[in-house]
Structure formats: C-alpha cells, structure tokens
C-alpha cells in the first residue's frame, strides 16, 4: 500500500509541475508582447489565410501616425464591435484613410477605415495559440483551474496523511 501512495506523491507532484511550466509557458505568450507595448487579439476567422490561420493569436504594435501604415502592411482594426484584420490594399494620405482587403476574401472591403479605429499593425501571429486566449479569457478555464487546484490538494494531503499512518 506504502507503493500506491508514493507513486500517488510522485505522480502530483510531477501534475503540480508540468501545471506551472504550462501556466509559465502561457504567461510568456502573453505578457511579453504586452510588456514591449503590443496587445494580443485570438482570430477566429479565415479571411486572412493563409498569412494568418483562424485560431492564430496576433500580436498588434499601436502606431502613432497614418503614415507609419503602408500597402501591404496587416492591420487590425475595430468595425462596429467586431475585431478586424485585413491587409492594406488602398491608402489615401489626405484623409487618413485605409482600404482594406482579407486575403482569403474575393473583394476589397466597402468601407474606408479611418486612421482613427486603426488598433495597429500586426507584428506576428502564432498559430492555434489563438485558442487558447480565447480558452484563458473565458468562464470554462476558472473553473478548470480551481477544480484543478482543489483536486491535486487533495491528492497531496491524501497522500501525506497515508504515508504518515504507514
């Protein structure tokens, strides 16, 4: 019985372990861009592949002028209450704006966007991670993390109180 309980120790202590190299790992993803002033956005749509995969986390750089914007440049932008990226096809200098297109789209999108509801330029994207952004920022991953939290205590103080009575 001794056996069970130390390979029951072992094996959450091993759980506890690859837990924190995993949250370590997702913490990296997401506060290194944030620290060199980016924000990190998850796409969940096609019209940009094959640049970038729905599902691919971007990383978006703000800029501080128009001009800082060329052709071809991926852009991020907000439309309404949706979030956009699409590659810059058009620009017109005079009046700040940009015409857009999503690269797995057949047209150029109607609407202008103005410099004003430009959030940035992606600077990188990495795929699937997307998902997983969105997994962290939603209800489903607290409650993972608190069931996970209270399941491997209770393994620990299992296993510690059946070695103590051995």
């Keep these: ?16 372990d690859l837990l924190l190299l995993t949250a370590a790992a997702f913490a990296l993803l997401l506060f290194i861009p944030k620290a060199r002033g980016m924000q990190t ?5 096609s019209s940009m592949e094959p ?3 729905a599902g691919s986390m971007i990383c978006v750089a703000p800029c501080g002028q128009a001009d800082e914007i060329g052709l071809q440049d991926i852009i991020a932008y907000r439309s309404g209450q949706s979030l956009v990226v699409h590659r810059v096809v058009e620009t017109d200098r005079d009046h700040q704006a940009f015409f857009t297109k999503g690269d797995h789209n057949s047209e150029a999108d109607e609407a202008p966007v103005g410099f004003a509801d430009v959030l940035g330029k992606v600077s990188f994207d990495i795929p699937y ?38």
């Design 1 to 16: 019985m001794k056996h069970f309980f130390d390979w029951l120790r072992r094996g959450s202590t091993i759980l506890a």
């Design 129 to 166: 991670a997307g998902y997983v952004l969105m997994f962290i920022q939603g209800k489903g991953f607290r409650y993972l993390l608190f069931v996970s939290a209270a399941v491997l205590l209770v393994l620990i103080l299992t296993a510690k109180t059946k070695e103590e009575s051995c």
């Design 51 to 53: 640049a970038i995969a």
């Design 41 to 45: 956005y998850a796409v969940m749509s």
